[in-house]
Protein backbone atom coordinates (compact mmCIF):
# COMPACT_ATOMS: atom_id res chain seq x y z
CA UNK A 1 0.00 0.00 0.00
CA UNK A 2 2.91 2.28 1.27
CA UNK A 3 4.42 1.65 -2.02
CA UNK A 4 1.66 2.47 -4.36
CA UNK A 5 1.78 6.11 -2.82
CA UNK A 6 5.11 6.04 -2.69
CA UNK A 7 6.26 4.67 -5.76
CA UNK A 8 5.60 7.14 -8.30
CA UNK A 9 7.35 9.92 -6.75
CA UNK A 10 10.90 7.59 -6.76
CA UNK A 11 11.08 9.25 -10.26
CA UNK A 12 12.45 12.92 -11.32
CA UNK A 13 9.59 13.86 -13.37
CA UNK A 14 7.35 12.69 -11.17
CA UNK A 15 8.30 14.94 -8.31
CA UNK A 16 8.52 17.69 -10.66
CA UNK A 17 5.20 17.36 -11.95
CA UNK A 18 3.75 16.60 -7.92
CA UNK A 19 5.91 19.80 -7.08
CA UNK A 20 4.65 21.84 -9.89
CA UNK A 21 0.97 20.59 -9.71
CA UNK A 22 0.97 21.50 -5.47
CA UNK A 23 1.96 24.90 -6.72
CA UNK A 24 -0.72 25.85 -8.94
CA UNK A 25 -3.13 23.77 -6.76
CA UNK A 26 -2.18 26.59 -4.06
CA UNK A 27 -2.50 29.66 -6.78
CA UNK A 28 -5.42 28.79 -9.21
CA UNK A 29 -8.02 27.56 -7.00
CA UNK A 30 -8.58 31.00 -5.29
CA UNK A 31 -9.20 32.56 -8.62
CA UNK A 32 -11.78 29.60 -9.64
CA UNK A 33 -13.19 30.86 -6.35
CA UNK A 34 -13.84 34.20 -7.92
CA UNK A 35 -14.91 33.03 -12.02
CA UNK A 36 -17.53 30.99 -9.85
CA UNK A 37 -18.49 33.58 -7.61
CA UNK A 38 -18.42 36.44 -10.24
CA UNK A 39 -20.56 33.74 -13.19
CA UNK A 40 -18.23 33.72 -14.92
CA UNK A 41 -17.59 29.96 -14.92
CA UNK A 42 -18.15 29.98 -18.98
CA UNK A 43 -14.66 32.34 -19.33
CA UNK A 44 -12.80 28.88 -17.89
CA UNK A 45 -14.59 27.04 -20.98
CA UNK A 46 -13.44 29.82 -23.34
CA UNK A 47 -10.17 29.95 -22.03
CA UNK A 48 -9.08 26.38 -22.10
CA UNK A 49 -10.14 26.10 -25.47
CA UNK A 50 -8.55 29.66 -26.75
CA UNK A 51 -4.79 29.07 -25.92
CA UNK A 52 -4.89 26.48 -27.77
CA UNK A 53 -4.22 28.19 -31.31
CA UNK A 54 -1.51 30.21 -29.39
CA UNK A 55 0.50 27.24 -28.50
CA UNK A 56 0.22 25.67 -31.64
CA UNK A 57 1.30 29.23 -33.69
CA UNK A 58 4.36 29.59 -30.74
CA UNK A 59 5.20 26.32 -31.93
CA UNK A 60 5.23 26.67 -35.21
CA UNK A 61 7.62 29.58 -35.32
CA UNK A 62 9.65 28.52 -32.25
CA UNK A 63 9.50 24.69 -32.63
CA UNK A 64 9.01 22.97 -29.38
CA UNK A 65 10.04 25.18 -26.48
CA UNK A 66 8.02 25.23 -23.42
CA UNK A 67 8.53 29.36 -23.48
CA UNK A 68 7.59 29.92 -26.84
CA UNK A 69 4.38 27.81 -26.57
CA UNK A 70 3.64 29.22 -23.29
CA UNK A 71 4.09 33.15 -24.38
CA UNK A 72 1.86 31.91 -27.58
CA UNK A 73 -0.94 30.73 -24.83
CA UNK A 74 -0.76 33.94 -22.67
CA UNK A 75 -1.04 36.31 -25.73
CA UNK A 76 -3.77 34.22 -27.32
CA UNK A 77 -5.81 33.47 -23.66
CA UNK A 78 -5.57 37.11 -22.97
CA UNK A 79 -7.35 38.08 -26.48
CA UNK A 80 -9.95 35.57 -25.80
CA UNK A 81 -10.71 36.82 -22.47
CA UNK A 82 -11.04 40.45 -23.51
CA UNK A 83 -13.07 39.71 -26.35
CA UNK A 84 -15.06 37.23 -24.43
CA UNK A 85 -16.02 39.93 -22.08
CA UNK A 86 -16.50 42.68 -24.80
CA UNK A 87 -19.03 40.11 -26.16
CA UNK A 88 -20.56 39.16 -22.76
CA UNK A 89 -20.91 43.45 -21.97
CA UNK A 90 -22.62 43.92 -25.07
CA UNK A 91 -25.18 41.54 -24.68
CA UNK A 92 -25.56 42.12 -20.43
CA UNK A 93 -24.04 38.79 -20.43
CA UNK A 94 -27.04 37.28 -20.68
CA UNK A 95 -26.10 35.70 -24.09
CA UNK A 96 -23.61 32.96 -23.74
CA UNK A 97 -24.03 31.43 -27.22
CA UNK A 98 -21.55 33.84 -28.73
CA UNK A 99 -18.99 32.41 -26.27
CA UNK A 100 -19.82 29.14 -27.38
CA UNK A 101 -18.94 29.99 -30.83
CA UNK A 102 -15.74 31.67 -29.92
CA UNK A 103 -14.57 28.03 -28.04
CA UNK A 104 -15.43 26.12 -30.90
CA UNK A 105 -14.07 28.49 -33.26
CA UNK A 106 -10.33 28.44 -31.02
CA UNK A 107 -10.26 24.83 -30.78
CA UNK A 108 -11.09 24.03 -34.27
CA UNK A 109 -8.29 26.52 -35.30
CA UNK A 110 -5.53 24.89 -33.03
CA UNK A 111 -6.73 21.53 -33.50
CA UNK A 112 -5.78 22.17 -37.04
CA UNK A 113 -2.82 24.22 -36.74
CA UNK A 114 -1.39 21.60 -34.32
CA UNK A 115 -2.32 18.78 -37.09
CA UNK A 116 -0.15 20.28 -39.37
CA UNK A 117 2.80 20.38 -37.43
CA UNK A 118 4.16 16.67 -37.31
CA UNK A 119 6.47 16.94 -34.49
CA UNK A 120 3.26 17.73 -31.94
CA UNK A 121 1.12 15.45 -30.26
CA UNK A 122 -2.17 16.79 -30.26
CA UNK A 123 -2.94 14.18 -27.10
CA UNK A 124 0.08 15.76 -24.68
CA UNK A 125 -1.09 18.95 -25.54
CA UNK A 126 -4.50 18.54 -24.77
CA UNK A 127 -4.77 16.62 -21.74
CA UNK A 128 -1.18 16.79 -20.55
CA UNK A 129 2.38 14.48 -20.38
CA UNK A 130 3.99 14.27 -16.99
CA UNK A 131 7.27 13.08 -18.78
CA UNK A 132 7.66 16.25 -20.54
CA UNK A 133 7.59 18.24 -17.05
CA UNK A 134 11.29 19.56 -17.10
CA UNK A 135 13.12 21.97 -15.27
CA UNK A 136 11.65 24.74 -17.40
CA UNK A 137 7.76 23.98 -17.08
CA UNK A 138 8.01 23.26 -13.37
CA UNK A 139 9.53 27.13 -12.99
CA UNK A 140 6.71 28.21 -15.04
CA UNK A 141 3.87 26.23 -12.66
CA UNK A 142 6.03 27.44 -9.34
CA UNK A 143 6.74 30.65 -11.10
CA UNK A 144 3.28 31.85 -12.00
CA UNK A 145 2.34 30.78 -8.26
CA UNK A 146 4.88 32.76 -6.98
CA UNK A 147 3.26 35.74 -9.13
CA UNK A 148 -0.07 35.11 -8.50
CA UNK A 149 -0.59 34.97 -4.57
CA UNK A 150 0.90 38.19 -3.74
CA UNK A 151 -0.77 40.06 -6.94
CA UNK A 152 -4.12 38.43 -5.50
CA UNK A 153 -3.47 39.40 -2.11
CA UNK A 154 -2.59 42.80 -2.86
CA UNK A 155 -6.38 43.17 -5.19
CA UNK A 156 -7.96 41.03 -3.20
CA UNK A 157 -10.04 43.78 -1.58
CA UNK A 158 -11.20 46.16 -4.74
CA UNK A 159 -12.07 42.53 -6.68
CA UNK A 160 -13.79 41.57 -3.99
CA UNK A 161 -15.81 44.99 -3.90
CA UNK A 162 -16.28 44.47 -7.46
CA UNK A 163 -17.29 41.12 -7.52
CA UNK A 164 -20.10 41.90 -4.57
CA UNK A 165 -21.50 45.26 -6.05
CA UNK A 166 -20.02 46.84 -9.65
CA UNK A 167 -22.03 49.79 -9.66
CA UNK A 168 -20.69 50.94 -5.95
CA UNK A 169 -17.81 49.82 -7.63
CA UNK A 170 -18.03 52.46 -10.68
CA UNK A 171 -19.88 55.14 -8.52
CA UNK A 172 -16.96 55.25 -5.84
CA UNK A 173 -13.69 54.59 -7.46
CA UNK A 174 -13.83 54.08 -11.49
CA UNK A 175 -11.58 51.37 -11.58
CA UNK A 176 -13.07 48.26 -11.88
CA UNK A 177 -12.13 47.41 -15.17
CA UNK A 178 -8.56 47.67 -13.95
CA UNK A 179 -8.48 45.14 -11.24
CA UNK A 180 -11.19 42.96 -13.29
CA UNK A 181 -7.92 42.88 -16.00
CA UNK A 182 -5.61 42.06 -13.68
CA UNK A 183 -7.60 39.48 -12.64
CA UNK A 184 -7.90 37.90 -16.21
CA UNK A 185 -4.05 38.05 -16.69
CA UNK A 186 -3.43 35.93 -13.31
CA UNK A 187 -6.56 33.71 -14.52
CA UNK A 188 -4.85 33.37 -18.35
CA UNK A 189 -1.49 32.68 -16.58
CA UNK A 190 -2.44 29.17 -14.17
CA UNK A 191 -4.02 28.30 -16.89
CA UNK A 192 -1.46 28.37 -19.67
CA UNK A 193 1.41 27.57 -16.65
CA UNK A 194 -0.54 24.02 -16.22
CA UNK A 195 -0.56 22.88 -20.41
CA UNK A 196 2.77 20.76 -19.84
CA UNK A 197 1.33 18.58 -17.20
CA UNK A 198 -1.90 18.90 -17.28
CA UNK A 199 -2.85 19.52 -21.11
CA UNK A 200 -4.88 22.39 -21.64
CA UNK A 201 -8.04 21.52 -21.78
CA UNK A 202 -7.84 19.74 -18.43
CA UNK A 203 -5.23 22.75 -16.74
CA UNK A 204 -8.77 24.44 -16.01
CA UNK A 205 -10.52 21.75 -14.21
CA UNK A 206 -7.48 22.29 -10.98
CA UNK A 207 -8.82 25.64 -10.87
CA UNK A 208 -12.48 25.46 -10.98
CA UNK A 209 -13.56 21.85 -9.50
CA UNK A 210 -12.16 22.69 -6.56
CA UNK A 211 -13.79 26.32 -6.28
CA UNK A 212 -16.90 25.05 -7.88
CA UNK A 213 -16.47 22.38 -3.87
CA UNK A 214 -15.38 24.73 -2.27
CA UNK A 215 -19.30 26.08 -1.71
CA UNK A 216 -20.12 22.99 0.13
CA UNK A 217 -18.26 23.82 2.23
CA UNK A 218 -18.15 27.02 3.90
CA UNK A 219 -20.04 29.98 3.63
CA UNK A 220 -17.16 32.93 3.80
CA UNK A 221 -15.01 34.06 1.21
CA UNK A 222 -12.06 33.13 3.04
CA UNK A 223 -13.10 29.81 4.01
CA UNK A 224 -13.88 28.65 0.45
CA UNK A 225 -10.69 29.68 -0.71
CA UNK A 226 -8.94 28.30 1.80
CA UNK A 227 -10.75 24.99 1.38
CA UNK A 228 -10.41 25.25 -2.63
CA UNK A 229 -6.65 24.75 -1.64
CA UNK A 230 -6.76 21.91 0.35
CA UNK A 231 -9.21 19.71 -2.18
CA UNK A 232 -6.84 20.73 -5.28
CA UNK A 233 -3.86 20.11 -3.38
CA UNK A 234 -5.50 16.23 -2.34
CA UNK A 235 -6.18 16.57 -6.49
CA UNK A 236 -2.51 16.46 -7.71
CA UNK A 237 -1.49 13.97 -4.86
CA UNK A 238 -4.39 11.33 -5.94
CA UNK A 239 -4.39 12.28 -9.33
CA UNK A 240 -0.54 11.92 -9.76
CA UNK A 241 -0.58 8.38 -7.81
CA UNK A 242 -3.54 7.20 -10.08
CA UNK A 243 -2.12 8.45 -13.32
CA UNK A 244 1.57 6.24 -12.68
CA UNK A 245 -0.43 2.85 -11.45
CA UNK A 246 -3.44 3.18 -14.16
CA UNK A 247 -1.45 4.55 -16.77
CA UNK A 248 -3.91 7.41 -17.84
CA UNK A 249 -2.25 11.00 -18.63
CA UNK A 250 -1.71 13.04 -15.48
CA UNK A 251 -4.05 15.50 -16.60
CA UNK A 252 -7.46 13.52 -16.51
CA UNK A 253 -6.64 11.58 -13.24
CA UNK A 254 -6.20 15.04 -11.61
CA UNK A 255 -9.02 16.27 -13.22
CA UNK A 256 -11.26 12.82 -12.33
CA UNK A 257 -9.87 12.76 -8.63
CA UNK A 258 -11.35 16.92 -8.02
CA UNK A 259 -14.08 15.95 -10.24
CA UNK A 260 -14.68 12.88 -7.50
CA UNK A 261 -13.86 15.55 -4.74
CA UNK A 262 -16.77 17.38 -6.21
CA UNK A 263 -19.16 14.68 -5.96
CA UNK A 264 -18.40 13.70 -2.50
CA UNK A 265 -19.15 17.45 -1.43
CA UNK A 266 -22.31 18.12 -4.07
CA UNK A 267 -23.77 14.84 -1.93
CA UNK A 268 -22.29 15.39 1.79
CA UNK A 269 -20.62 18.21 2.37
CA UNK A 270 -21.54 20.18 5.10
CA UNK A 271 -23.56 23.58 3.12
CA UNK A 272 -25.84 23.55 0.74
CA UNK A 273 -25.49 19.61 -0.31
CA UNK A 274 -27.80 17.30 -1.32
CA UNK A 275 -27.83 15.14 2.60
CA UNK A 276 -28.40 19.05 3.85
CA UNK A 277 -31.39 19.68 1.76
CA UNK A 278 -32.30 15.85 2.35
CA UNK A 279 -31.91 16.19 6.50
CA UNK A 280 -32.10 20.13 6.88
CA UNK A 281 -32.11 19.81 11.13
CA UNK A 282 -29.39 17.31 10.94
CA UNK B 1 -26.83 79.15 2.27
CA UNK B 2 -25.45 78.45 -1.01
CA UNK B 3 -26.36 76.35 -4.01
CA UNK B 4 -24.54 72.38 -4.23
CA UNK B 5 -26.31 71.68 -7.67
CA UNK B 6 -26.65 73.99 -10.31
CA UNK B 7 -28.56 72.61 -13.38
CA UNK B 8 -28.43 74.56 -16.74
CA UNK B 9 -30.26 73.44 -19.26
CA UNK B 10 -29.33 69.82 -18.94
CA UNK B 11 -30.57 67.41 -21.45
CA UNK B 12 -30.25 63.79 -20.61
CA UNK B 13 -30.78 60.52 -23.47
CA UNK B 14 -30.86 57.19 -23.59
CA UNK B 15 -29.05 56.07 -26.61
CA UNK B 16 -30.79 58.68 -28.95
CA UNK B 17 -34.12 59.22 -26.90
CA UNK B 18 -34.74 62.39 -24.91
CA UNK B 19 -35.82 61.69 -21.81
CA UNK B 20 -35.59 65.23 -20.36
CA UNK B 21 -34.31 68.44 -21.79
CA UNK B 22 -34.27 71.98 -21.10
CA UNK B 23 -33.46 71.25 -17.14
CA UNK B 24 -32.61 74.13 -14.77
CA UNK B 25 -32.71 74.94 -11.45
CA UNK B 26 -30.52 74.69 -8.13
CA UNK B 27 -30.47 72.54 -5.23
CA UNK B 28 -28.99 74.62 -1.86
CA UNK B 29 -26.86 72.90 0.52
CA UNK B 30 -28.39 71.05 3.09
CA UNK B 31 -31.69 70.93 1.34
CA UNK B 32 -33.67 67.81 1.87
CA UNK B 33 -35.41 67.34 -1.62
CA UNK B 34 -37.96 64.92 -2.89
CA UNK B 35 -37.36 64.15 -6.58
CA UNK B 36 -40.89 62.88 -7.74
CA UNK B 37 -42.38 61.43 -10.91
CA UNK B 38 -44.48 58.89 -12.67
CA UNK B 39 -42.30 55.62 -13.63
CA UNK B 40 -40.06 55.99 -16.29
CA UNK B 41 -40.09 59.90 -16.28
CA UNK B 42 -36.29 60.14 -15.91
CA UNK B 43 -35.73 60.32 -12.29
CA UNK B 44 -32.78 57.65 -11.96
CA UNK B 45 -31.23 59.39 -14.94
CA UNK B 46 -31.41 62.39 -13.40
CA UNK B 47 -29.73 61.02 -10.31
CA UNK B 48 -27.07 59.10 -12.17
CA UNK B 49 -26.21 62.73 -13.93
CA UNK B 50 -26.02 64.21 -10.77
CA UNK B 51 -23.90 61.51 -9.52
CA UNK B 52 -21.76 62.22 -12.59
CA UNK B 53 -22.60 58.50 -14.03
CA UNK B 54 -24.52 59.69 -16.99
CA UNK B 55 -23.69 61.29 -19.96
CA UNK B 56 -24.95 64.91 -20.65
CA UNK B 57 -26.04 65.46 -24.14
CA UNK B 58 -26.85 68.93 -23.57
CA UNK B 59 -26.39 71.93 -20.77
CA UNK B 60 -23.93 71.18 -17.87
CA UNK B 61 -23.99 70.26 -14.13
CA UNK B 62 -22.19 72.63 -11.73
CA UNK B 63 -21.70 70.31 -8.45
CA UNK B 64 -19.53 73.39 -6.92
CA UNK B 65 -16.94 71.39 -5.53
CA UNK B 66 -18.38 68.38 -4.26
CA UNK B 67 -16.28 65.68 -5.92
CA UNK B 68 -17.50 61.87 -6.27
CA UNK B 69 -15.52 60.93 -3.42
CA UNK B 70 -18.28 63.42 -1.55
CA UNK B 71 -21.30 61.78 -3.25
CA UNK B 72 -23.11 58.69 -2.29
CA UNK B 73 -25.50 57.22 -4.61
CA UNK B 74 -28.30 54.50 -2.89
CA UNK B 75 -29.17 52.64 -6.14
CA UNK B 76 -32.49 51.54 -7.18
CA UNK B 77 -32.38 47.76 -7.21
CA UNK B 78 -28.74 47.63 -6.30
CA UNK B 79 -26.51 45.55 -8.03
CA UNK B 80 -25.05 43.96 -5.30
CA UNK B 81 -24.52 40.68 -5.87
CA UNK B 82 -26.92 38.86 -2.37
CA UNK B 83 -25.72 35.64 -2.98
CA UNK B 84 -21.88 36.42 -2.20
CA UNK B 85 -20.28 35.07 0.93
CA UNK B 86 -19.95 38.09 3.02
CA UNK B 87 -20.75 39.38 6.45
CA UNK B 88 -23.53 42.85 6.89
CA UNK B 89 -19.65 44.29 8.75
CA UNK B 90 -17.33 43.75 5.77
CA UNK B 91 -19.99 45.28 3.14
CA UNK B 92 -20.25 48.23 5.08
CA UNK B 93 -16.44 48.25 6.12
CA UNK B 94 -15.90 48.22 2.46
CA UNK B 95 -17.33 51.34 1.58
CA UNK B 96 -15.59 53.57 4.75
CA UNK B 97 -14.48 56.44 3.61
CA UNK B 98 -12.09 56.86 1.82
CA UNK B 99 -10.42 53.10 2.48
CA UNK B 100 -9.59 52.76 -1.43
CA UNK B 101 -7.69 49.67 -2.37
CA UNK B 102 -5.07 49.35 -0.28
CA UNK B 103 -5.16 51.45 3.38
CA UNK B 104 -6.14 49.64 6.19
CA UNK B 105 -9.42 49.35 7.75
CA UNK B 106 -8.26 50.62 10.95
CA UNK B 107 -10.31 50.73 14.57
CA UNK B 108 -11.68 54.22 13.73
CA UNK B 109 -13.02 52.71 10.58
CA UNK B 110 -14.47 49.37 12.33
CA UNK B 111 -15.74 51.50 14.86
CA UNK B 112 -17.60 53.38 11.89
CA UNK B 113 -19.02 50.49 10.76
CA UNK B 114 -20.53 48.74 14.09
CA UNK B 115 -22.05 52.67 14.94
CA UNK B 116 -23.44 52.53 11.62
CA UNK B 117 -25.24 49.08 11.37
CA UNK B 118 -26.24 50.10 15.49
CA UNK B 119 -28.11 53.22 14.02
CA UNK B 120 -30.09 51.23 11.37
CA UNK B 121 -30.62 48.56 14.29
CA UNK B 122 -28.72 45.85 12.95
CA UNK B 123 -26.76 45.52 16.59
CA UNK B 124 -25.78 41.85 16.60
CA UNK B 125 -26.24 40.72 12.72
CA UNK B 126 -22.81 42.10 12.09
CA UNK B 127 -21.51 38.52 11.42
CA UNK B 128 -24.25 37.65 9.25
CA UNK B 129 -24.10 36.72 5.69
CA UNK B 130 -25.96 38.86 3.42
CA UNK B 131 -27.85 35.60 1.90
CA UNK B 132 -29.73 35.56 5.30
CA UNK B 133 -31.56 38.71 5.22
CA UNK B 134 -34.86 39.92 4.50
CA UNK B 135 -35.55 42.67 2.18
CA UNK B 136 -35.61 45.67 4.70
CA UNK B 137 -32.72 44.05 6.89
CA UNK B 138 -31.08 44.43 3.30
CA UNK B 139 -31.81 47.88 2.63
CA UNK B 140 -30.76 48.40 6.30
CA UNK B 141 -27.26 47.36 5.38
CA UNK B 142 -27.30 49.49 2.20
CA UNK B 143 -28.30 52.68 4.91
CA UNK B 144 -25.51 51.76 7.05
CA UNK B 145 -23.06 51.77 3.66
CA UNK B 146 -24.27 55.36 2.61
CA UNK B 147 -23.85 56.32 6.48
CA UNK B 148 -20.15 55.30 6.80
CA UNK B 149 -19.45 57.30 2.80
CA UNK B 150 -19.28 60.09 4.92
CA UNK B 151 -20.49 61.91 1.67
CA UNK B 152 -21.63 65.70 1.73
CA UNK B 153 -24.55 65.07 -1.41
CA UNK B 154 -26.66 61.88 -0.57
CA UNK B 155 -28.77 60.57 -3.69
CA UNK B 156 -31.26 57.88 -2.32
CA UNK B 157 -33.07 56.04 -5.70
CA UNK B 158 -36.73 54.74 -4.54
CA UNK B 159 -34.83 54.03 -1.17
CA UNK B 160 -38.30 52.79 0.56
CA UNK B 161 -39.47 50.59 -1.75
CA UNK B 162 -40.56 47.10 -0.61
CA UNK B 163 -39.59 48.00 2.77
CA UNK B 164 -42.53 47.65 5.59
CA UNK B 165 -43.48 50.89 7.89
CA UNK B 166 -41.59 50.18 10.86
CA UNK B 167 -38.26 50.00 8.91
CA UNK B 168 -39.61 53.32 6.82
CA UNK B 169 -40.27 55.83 10.08
CA UNK B 170 -35.98 54.32 11.19
CA UNK B 171 -34.40 54.88 7.78
CA UNK B 172 -36.58 58.13 7.58
CA UNK B 173 -34.77 59.04 10.89
CA UNK B 174 -31.44 58.62 9.80
CA UNK B 175 -32.41 60.52 6.44
CA UNK B 176 -33.64 63.56 8.98
CA UNK B 177 -30.04 62.81 10.73
CA UNK B 178 -28.37 63.34 7.57
CA UNK B 179 -30.42 66.56 7.02
CA UNK B 180 -29.45 67.89 10.55
CA UNK B 181 -25.71 67.43 9.98
CA UNK B 182 -26.06 69.75 7.12
CA UNK B 183 -25.73 67.17 3.96
CA UNK B 184 -27.38 68.10 0.95
CA UNK B 185 -29.87 64.64 0.42
CA UNK B 186 -32.04 64.10 -2.64
CA UNK B 187 -34.53 61.21 -2.76
CA UNK B 188 -36.80 59.96 -5.04
CA UNK B 189 -39.92 58.70 -3.74
CA UNK B 190 -43.26 57.81 -4.47
CA UNK B 191 -45.40 57.94 -1.08
CA UNK B 192 -46.80 61.70 -1.65
CA UNK B 193 -48.10 61.67 2.27
CA UNK B 194 -44.55 60.77 3.28
CA UNK B 195 -43.18 63.66 0.86
CA UNK B 196 -45.31 66.54 2.60
CA UNK B 197 -44.69 65.38 5.80
CA UNK B 198 -40.81 64.61 5.85
CA UNK B 199 -39.56 66.83 2.61
CA UNK B 200 -39.46 70.55 2.52
CA UNK B 201 -38.38 70.56 -1.03
CA UNK B 202 -39.49 68.91 -4.06
CA UNK B 203 -39.05 68.51 -7.98
CA UNK B 204 -41.93 66.89 -9.70
CA UNK B 205 -40.47 66.08 -13.53
CA UNK B 206 -43.33 65.80 -15.76
CA UNK B 207 -42.93 65.49 -19.17
CA UNK B 208 -39.63 66.17 -20.75
CA UNK B 209 -38.74 69.05 -17.68
CA UNK B 210 -38.80 69.84 -13.81
CA UNK B 211 -41.32 71.72 -11.57
CA UNK B 212 -39.75 72.83 -8.24
CA UNK B 213 -41.29 73.36 -5.09
CA UNK B 214 -45.01 72.28 -7.07
CA UNK B 215 -47.91 71.26 -5.13
CA UNK B 216 -46.52 71.73 -2.05
CA UNK B 217 -48.76 74.59 -0.52
CA UNK B 218 -52.16 72.01 -1.87
CA UNK B 219 -51.39 69.90 1.46
N1 LIG C 1 -30.44 51.44 -20.03
C1 LIG C 1 -31.42 52.06 -20.72
N2 LIG C 1 -31.43 52.03 -22.06
C2 LIG C 1 -32.39 52.66 -22.77
N3 LIG C 1 -33.40 53.34 -22.21
C3 LIG C 1 -33.45 53.39 -20.86
C4 LIG C 1 -32.47 52.76 -20.05
N4 LIG C 1 -32.77 52.99 -18.75
C5 LIG C 1 -33.89 53.73 -18.77
N5 LIG C 1 -34.31 53.99 -20.03
C6 LIG C 1 -35.48 54.79 -20.40
O1 LIG C 1 -35.29 56.09 -19.90
C7 LIG C 1 -36.48 56.56 -19.35
C8 LIG C 1 -36.23 57.04 -17.94
O2 LIG C 1 -35.86 55.94 -17.14
P1 LIG C 1 -35.54 56.09 -15.60
O3 LIG C 1 -34.59 57.20 -15.41
O4 LIG C 1 -35.16 54.77 -15.08
O5 LIG C 1 -36.98 56.51 -15.02
P2 LIG C 1 -37.54 56.45 -13.55
O6 LIG C 1 -36.39 56.21 -12.62
O7 LIG C 1 -38.18 57.78 -13.36
O8 LIG C 1 -38.55 55.36 -13.49
C9 LIG C 1 -37.51 55.44 -19.45
O9 LIG C 1 -38.40 55.75 -20.48
C10 LIG C 1 -36.72 54.23 -19.75
O10 LIG C 1 -37.46 53.41 -20.64
MG1 LIG D 1 -35.99 54.73 -11.30
Redesign the pocket.
Known amino acids: MLNFLLEPFTLGFMRRALAGCLALSIAAPPLGVFLVLRRMSLMSDVLQHGVLPGIAIGAIFAGLSVWAMGIGGVVAGLAVAVVAGWLARRTGGREDSQLAGMYLLALAAGVALISSQHSLDLTHLLFGNVLAVDDTALFGMAGVATITLPVLALIWRPLVLESLDPGFMAATSGKGGLWHLIFLVLVVLCVVSGFVALGTLMSVGLMMLPAIAARHWSDSLAGQVRVSVLLACLSSVGGLILSYNVDIPAGPAIVLTAGGLWLLSLVAGPRASLWRQAMPHA | MGAVITLEDVELR??G?V?LSGLSGTVDTGSLTALI?P???????LLRAIAGLHPLAGGRIDRHGVSSADTALLA?GSHLDRSFPITCRDVVALAATRVGAFRSIGRGRMAATSAALDRVGLAGMESRPIQALSAGQFQRVLFARTIVQDAKLILLDEPFTAVDTATTQLLLSVVHDWHAQGRTVIA?LHDMDLVREHFPHTMM?TGQTAQWDAGLQAA
Do not use: A, E, P
Not at chain 2, 39 to 45: A, C, M, R, Y
Open positions: HGRIGNGSGKTTQVL
